[in-house]
């Protein structure tokens, strides 16, 4: 029996001291039937130039290049191109083990699995820190949904091995961040079987400062709590319909994350106006929700306008907010300068 074509979706940005690692990594896996989609996203630096060197090289290799329009439609462009039976994302500054597709595939054929999930290392320098030593292998599927819609597993759609046709009606949400939490749970919801294993096949880098993920911008810092929302707001209305145990969780972390996003947006002004109306109109029309005496002296400040109090809080707000990326900075600059490989 002929082995299935596996699409490697691999979104790259400013990735050029990564990239070779990333996509040898796939080119080096012990099962080799699989097509790699290089979707380059604007990238300023010679991250365009070395995709394509890979393509001279390997017929396998594709290569895309696009205004930079961020990681949500990357992907979603090399899921329209993707000619496989199965779909497997990447993310330019990571990489994967050697046999990864061949025990993924291995355990796909078990059961006829439409999603596996492999266990996952955060590389931080020198260290390698096994994310899920004391994951056990998982096949019961009403459990893995709930982890998953719960996030008591990580929602990262790389790392995944999933059948193609579950991404038919699913797609990224363009210009948001989080976009991972809003498709993870849509995927899980539409597949009928999946599996997740403990091997540590997936290797989560932080090197790369130029990674949202990292968040060493401040306008990532805050516009990733409006992406915890607009997930957690998604993840509600699917509740509603799949899971109605999960509603007020759900609706609970939404507020949280809606309240946070503009305390934190109050003093830079990053999220949009639209984006802030959307999150008061969510507040107002939920205040029935409880959250902590803090959280609730917040939400009292933004649905009644107290423009005073919160231009303080958001003074006071911003300086935490240019320390805290500043460090995180510093120490993704350490990070990368004492990098390593497993």
């Known amino acids: ?32 039937n699989f097509e790699i ?21 390997d017929k396998r290799i594709k290569v895309i290049h696009q205004e930079n329009q961020g990681v949500s439609a990357a992907r979603n462009k090399g899921l329209d191109m993707a000619r496989g039976e199965w779909i497997y994302f990447l993310d330019s500054d990571d990489y994967i083990s050697p046999k990864s ?12 699995y439409d999603i596996v999930a492999s266990g996952h290392c955060s590389v931080q320098g020198k260290q390698c820190i096994v994310k ?8 019961d599927f009403e459990i893995i949904k709930k982890k998953y819609f719960l996030i008591e597993y990580a ?11 579950l991404w038919e009606h699913i797609r990224f949400p363009v210009g948001v961040i989080s976009e991972d939490m809003y498709a993870c749970a849509r995927l899980f919801l539409a597949a009928k079987k999946a599996c997740v294993i403990p091997d540590p096949l997936y290797f989560y880098t932080s090197e790369n400062v130029n ?28 509740a509603k319909e799949y899971m109605p145990a999960f509603v007020e969780i759900c609706r609970k972390t939404a507020m949280v994350n809606a309240i946070r996003a503009l305390m934190m947006n109050a003093g830079v002004h990053v999220i949009d106006e639209e984006k802030c109306n959307e999150m008061i109109a969510y507040i107002k029309n939920n205040k029935d929700v409880v959250v902590s005496a ?6 009292n400040i933004l649905i009644n306008d107290r423009s005073i109090l919160l231009k303080i809080v958001g003074i006071l707000n911003k300086y935490a907010l240019i320390y805290r990326s500043v460090v995180r900075k510093i120490k993704f600059a350490h990070i990368s300068k004492n990098k390593g490989s497993f």
Not at 155 to 165: D, P, T, Y
């Open 1 to 32: 029996m002929k082995d299935l074509l596996i699409s490697v979706i691999i979104p790259v940005y400013m990735a050029e001291k990564f990239l070779h690692r990333c996509v040898n990594s796939v080119l080096n896996q012990t099962y080799q």
């Open 101 to 112: 597709f061949e025990l993924l595939m291995c355990v796909q054929k078990e059961d006829d």
């Open 37 to 57: 989609i290089l979707i380059n996203d604007g990238s300023k630096d010679k991250s365009g130039m070395i995709c394509d060197e890979y393509a001279k090289k």
């Open 294 to 299: 803090k959280e609730n002296w917040q939400r």
């Open 132 to 139: 899920s030593k004391n994951w056990k292998k998982l096949t």
């Open 155 to 165: 929602n990262f759609c790389a790392g995944k091995l999933v059948r193609k046709s």
């Open 211 to 238: 990674s949202l993920a990292n968040g060493a911008r401040i306008s990532s810092l805050v516009n990733a709590k409006y992406g915890n929302f607009f997930a957690w707001r998604d993840r509600e209305i699917l």
